[in-house]
């Protein structure tokens, strides 16, 4: 298969394999510190799908097997997020190693799944692939899967609190966007969708 690719393909491939391979190291390395229960078990899964996700794409790669990508399934079901501040704690960076806390880590995690969401998204925007593409596509899903998995964590711990507008602004900001109307002078019909299809795909064939 890997005749069949193009080079900026082969370079997000790369990219993105190559950051799977650090973040399973990361949290590997992570994983021992970890205090809190139920952030273990969050790490313990996330790792298992981490490492069983990275196979599959690189079996799509070679052809070996299947290939497709599972989407994720958190441990536990989501529930409503709290808002508002709370008396939230100082943060600043550590002067030890040993002075990690599950606060910590599950930031570390949670940036982990947004830079390897926001990587993968852009990967398959530059796939012409379309096994590759829709892998990691579903990839940057699962990596926004486990971050908000890790997020709901934080919030229930205090750790990453949401502050709020004064409820007269947000709901001022919200009515800022009304319903768009129906545009005029586009073609709805099947015909006119298939008028739209035979336009020129140059624009210098339009001033011909």
């Not at 069983?52 to 536990?76: E, F, M």
């Amino acid at each position: 298969m890997a005749a069949n690719l193009g080079a900026h393909e082969v370079m997000e491939i790369h990219e993105v394999l190559n950051g799977t391979v650090d973040a399973i190291n990361q949290l590997q390395l992570l994983r021992p510190r970890v205090r809190d229960q139920r952030l273990a078990q969050i790490l313990d899964h996330q790792l298992q799908f981490a490492v069983t996700g990275y196979n599959s794409l690189v079996d799509l790669l070679h052809r070996q097997g299947a290939g497709q990508a599972a989407p994720y399934r958190a441990v536990k079901n989501a529930i409503q997020p709290t808002y508002g501040l709370d008396h939230p704690g100082t943060v600043s960076p550590n002067t030890s190693p040993d002075q990690l806390d599950d606060r910590d880590i599950a930031s570390i995690v949670l940036g982990l799944h947004k830079a390897s969401a926001a990587k993968k998204i852009f990967a398959a925007l530059e796939c012409a692939n379309p096994d590759i593409r829709r892998a990691m596509q579903q990839g940057a899903i699962n990596c926004a899967e486990q971050a908000y998995e890790v997020w709901q964590y934080m919030n229930e711990q205090g750790f990453y609190q949401v502050p709020t507008l004064k409820e007269v602004t947000t709901q001022t900001m919200s009515n800022i966007y009304q319903p768009a109307g129906t545009p005029q002078n586009v073609p709805t019909s099947p015909s006119g969708v298939q008028w739209q299809q035979h336009q020129p795909q140059n624009i210098l064939d339009t001033l011909q």
